[in-house]
């Protein structure tokens, strides 16, 4: 069975930073590119960027609204991805949710979603 | 990166069908038949519906369907149940290893 465990949100300055962890398992996670979406209160999900697996070279693409002050990163040894944040604004408040590709036929759509781990960037 | 466009909410009652429209570019839904689609109950996860435009994953209900005409992609409800009220958001791989969402419709079972 798929698990998926967000965590490091919580309440953050504007202009701070946060990392935040997903810890995967019940599939192989070594293969398997890992997206990010978040969802603002009371709004829409946005897709904020994703990783690819060793054999793509980790190769990451990010969301306009985040390039430039984000980061993915993956740990095939700990099963676990990371959205790194900085420069954070109060428009970045939200649910994050990390979503791994578990298989070749759900590549471009997502299939499991964790609880999310809630971000708040206020002063 | 512009959002897809769905309409803000619809309703319907219980028994009738609904369609929810989500429209895109040239450069997302209307060159990729990678649409996809998610429910959304209040204070719940996102839950995948329909895949690649009509596509259904195990244990979806059949009521549900997907269809896509150029640059626009629907999402259709038959036999509408009280459960079926949720929020619902389209998304399309948008090339380049990118993708994009819908702003979300709000389902009303009347």
């Known amino acids: 069975e798929v698990q998926l465990v967000e965590s490091g949100g919580g309440l953050v300055q504007p202009g701070g930073s946060l990392i935040l962890s997903c810890a995967a398992s019940?599939?192989?996670?070594?293969?398997?590119?890992v997206h990010w979406v978040r969802q603002a209160s009371g709004k829409g999900l946005e897709w904020v960027g994703h990783?690819?697996?060793?054999?793509?070279?980790?190769?990451?693409v990010y969301g306009e609204s985040v390039k430039g002050r984000f980061t993915i990163s993956r740990d095939d040894s700990k099963n676990t991805a990371y959205l790194q944040m900085n420069s954070l604004k109060t428009e970045d408040t939200a649910v994050y949710y990390c979503?791994?590709?578990?298989?070749?036929?759900?590549?471009?759509?997502?299939?499991?979603w964790g609880q999310g781990t809630l971000v708040t960037v206020s002063s | 990166q512009s959002a897809l466009t769905q309409p803000a909410s619809v309703s319907g009652s219980p028994g009738q069908s609904i369609t929810i429209s989500c429209t895109g570019t040239?450069?997302?839904?209307?060159?990729?038949?990678?649409v996809s689609w998610y429910q959304q109950h209040p204070g719940k996860a996102p839950k995948v519906m329909i895949f690649?435009?009509?596509k259904r994953p195990s244990g979806v209900s059949n009521r549900f369907s997907g269809s896509k005409s150029g640059n626009t992609a629907s999402l259709t409800i038959s036999g509408l149940q009280a459960e079926d009220e949720a929020d619902y958001y389209c998304?399309?791989?948008?090339?380049?290893?990118?993708?994009?969402f819908g702003g979300g419709t709000k389902l009303t079972v009347l």
């Open positions: 979503l791994p590709v578990t298989s070749p036929g759900t590549k471009y759509y997502f299939d499991y």
């Open positions: 019940g599939f192989t996670f070594s293969g398997s590119a």
């Open positions: 990783i690819g697996s060793k054999t793509k070279s980790y190769a990451t």
């Open positions: 040239s450069s997302d839904v209307g060159i990729y038949n990678l």
């Open positions: 690649e435009v009509y």
């Open positions: 998304c399309s791989y948008a090339g380049r290893f990118t993708w994009v």
